[in-house]
Structure formats: C-alpha cells, structure tokens
C-alpha cells in the first residue's frame, strides 16, 4: 500500500474484539506528519486499545493499520523502536532517580555515548530538573515527573509519539505547562498522537477523532466541529446549577442542558423561545435566573450532541 510509508499513521478498518465485546469497531483515518492528532472520548470509547494496537502492545482482531510506514500486524516489534510511547500513568520508575530512569530509556533505545550525553542534557532542560538529578523520582511533584516522563519517550528522537491521557490527575497550569511541549516538538516536525477527555485539551489539536463505543463519529480541526452544532445553545446562571439541570431536561424545547463550569449550557430547539422556555421552567421549580445569553458552540457542546445522536455514551 503506498500511502502507508508517506503518512506517519494509516488506518482502515481497525477492529479489536474482547470475546464478545468489541472495543474497536472498524475505524479508519490517516495522520499527517507533524501534526497534533487528538483521540478524544468518554472512558470506554475504545482509546487506549487503538493505542495499543498502533504501538505494537496489541494485535488488530481486523482491519490493518501502518505507523511510520510499518504494518502493525507484521512488524510490531519494529514499530517500538520508531514512536516514543507515554502511557497515563507516565511509564517512569518511582525508585529510581531521574539520572537512572533516563539512562534505563536510553539503554532500552540504544542510546550511548556523546548522544547520551545531549540527550540527557536536552531533558533535563525540558523538565525543569537540571541540577535534581539525584532526586528520586517518587519524590517529584506530578507535573515534574510528566515532563519527564516526556523526556523519556523521546530519548531516541522518534519521529512520532504516542500519548495516551498523559495529563490525567495534574493540575492545569501543569497541563498548559506540558501542551507547550508538545507545541514546540510539533513545531519541530515531531507527529503527535494524543488521547485526552479533557475539553480544553482538543483545542490545542490540529484535528480531532471523536470516538464513542468503539466508534468514529466525527473526524475534523476543532473550528469545523464547533461548526456542525446547528442548534442554539444558551448558557444559562442559576442560583442553583444542579437543579436547574434536572428541572431542564424534561422541558419541551429542551434538547440538553449539562454543567459548564459554574453555569450550565442549555440546547433548545428554537433559540427565540428558548430563553422563555428556561425562565419558565427554572421559575416553576423555584430556581433563580441570573442570566441568559446565547453562545457558540464548545467543543464540549459539539461531542455532547453527536454522542446523543449516536445513542450515548457507554455506561459503567
């Protein structure tokens, strides 16, 4: 297949069954060299196993796939050495010393000598933890040993990382901190594969797959997504958020109404008598309106009504 040796990932078809579960269900898409490629969707919705099995961790039930030009059936021992991997619970050694745990990845990559010695320098520099080389790595606040963790993913300079919820459980600033590392490897032709379920994350991404139950329902750049969302969309303050959600919900007019930090996010199906239709109802049940406004669509939006109309997300 030619296609597979120009594109950094190249999938048709992929399909990966538990028994009777299927956990992947038949997806195909393609990854462009240096781009950010964002896998977003709910726990359940197939991630991490189409991770694995572009990693060489897992073998495809169907379909085929190709990462950096290698078959994922055929050449999976090959492919490790090509990708970085960062896994959710950042894959680094807690009793070992960052020293150690960089030399343990260089060791496993081949990585020696005056090569080493940059590489170690370069990572270092990146985590913030020149000079904390001693320092045991279950020590470490989170956000540090996720940089690291980076670092090590990338001690052989692979031309494509693979990064699975690498930012769960770290606090925001520590996010931002990471995405801009992951800005400039792309910047420097590096091709990112990353999963995520948090929102504000997609945005950084230069396309987005939406999966649910295994599925791909939706492949674009966020703007085009925030796009395919036709119905208003309020967001509404209350003086009681939670409330206001159930109280929405089974009003005619209504088609969602979910949380949206400290407000809520109200789809109706007219955006003239929308408003009218919230006052009404929050009034009935007690609630105080602040505040209606129309807004545009989030990405939060976005996945919220196509996995609706997909049937929902899984449950349990």
């Not at 680094?92 to 005056?114: C, H, K, M, P």
């Not at 009935?284 to 939060?300: F, K, M, N, Q, Y």
Request: glycine share 10%.
């Amino acid at each position: 297949m030619s296609e597979s040796g120009a594109l950094p990932v190249v999938v048709r078809g992929l399909t990966r069954r538990f028994g009777d579960f299927t956990a992947v269900d038949g997806i195909t898409f393609d990854v462009h060299p240096g781009e950010i490629f964002g896998f977003l969707g709910p726990n359940g919705a197939g991630k991490t196993t189409t991770i694995k099995m572009l990693t060489g961790l897992l073998a495809p039930t169907e379909g085929e796939g190709w990462v950096a030009g290698l078959d994922i059936r055929s050449e999976r021992r090959a492919i490790k050495s090509r990708i970085g991997y960062m896994s959710q619970r950042f894959s680094l050694y807690t009793d070992l010393t960052v020293r150690e745990n960089i030399e343990l990845f260089a060791g496993l990559y081949g990585v020696e000598g005056e090569r080493l010695v940059e590489r170690r320098r370069w990572i270092l520099e990146m985590s913030e933890l020149s000079g904390a080389e001693a320092r045991t790595t279950a020590d470490l606040p989170l956000g540090w040993k996720q940089r690291l963790a980076l670092g090590c993913a990338m001690v052989h300079e692979p031309p494509i990382l693979f990064l699975d919820e690498p930012t769960s459980g770290v606090d925001p600033l520590a996010r931002r901190r990471f995405w801009d590392l992951i800005d400039g490897l792309s910047d420097r032709g590096t091709t990112v594969f990353v999963s995520t379920h948090y929102m504000e994350e997609a945005e950084y991404c230069h396309r987005l797959a939406l999966l649910n139950r295994g599925r791909l329902i939706a492949l674009d750049a966020p703007r085009a997504l925030r796009a395919r969302v036709l119905e208003p969309i309020l967001e509404v303050k209350t003086d009681d958020a939670p409330g206001a959600v159930d109280a929405l919900r089974a009003a005619h007019g209504v088609l969602d109404a979910a949380m949206f930090g400290r407000s809520l996010h109200v789809t109706v199906a007219d955006a003239a008598a929308g408003g009218e239709v919230v006052r009404r109802t929050l009034g009935a049940a007690g609630r105080r309106v602040d505040h209606i406004t129309p807004v545009e669509p989030s990405l939060e939006d976005v996945f919220v009504s196509l996995v609706r109309a997909e049937g929902g997300a899984v449950v349990g």
